[in-house]
């Protein structure tokens, strides 16, 4: 006889960046990171950025998005990690690669580099502000609508 089980729906994780200058100390961006990383469990990575070293482009895209907030003090951008346009990636880089990949050759610095280009894609943000409570505040409300289905 089979059963069906309910299924336990998939919690949607967020991932969080900290763009600060090189004068930020570890202590603040350890609790900015504790903050938001606690406020409602669904935080599934965070990054400490130094912005004048981040990828220009990328900040451009940001700064396009989100014209309000000032990218000369530190800010936050929140992405949704998206599993499935990683997994899309993953293969389409498998698929050029066969060979790599039978032989179990593909370093797992190329499959990070996959996850980090999705998660932390400017063009995907959800959210980008220099307010911590701001983005505290989506982050709680998220977890609200995300655990309703």
């Not at 995907?124 to 289905?149: M, Q």
Request: hydrophobic share 40%; with cysteine.
């Amino acid at each position: 006889m089979f059963f069906n089980k309910k299924e336990k729906p998939i919690q949607v994780l967020y991932n969080v960046e900290l763009f600060t200058n090189k004068s930020t100390d570890d202590d603040t961006l350890q609790a900015w990171t504790d903050q938001l990383m606690d406020a409602a469990e669904n935080v599934g990575t965070a990054e400490w950025i130094i912005a004048e070293e981040y990828n220009p482009r990328q900040l451009e895209i940001l700064k396009e998005r989100f014209p309000t907030v000032d990218q000369q003090q530190p800010f936050f951008q929140i992405n949704e990690i998206d599993y499935t346009a990683i997994q899309e990636e993953v293969e389409k880089m498998e698929s050029t690669q066969k060979w790599r990949k039978f032989f179990k050759l593909i370093p797992l610095g190329v499959y990070l580099d996959i996850e980090d280009r999705i998660v932390t894609d400017a063009s995907r943000a959800l959210l980008c502000t220099n307010d911590l409570d701001e983005a505290e505040r989506f982050l709680v409300e998220h977890a609200k609508i995300d655990n309703l289905g």
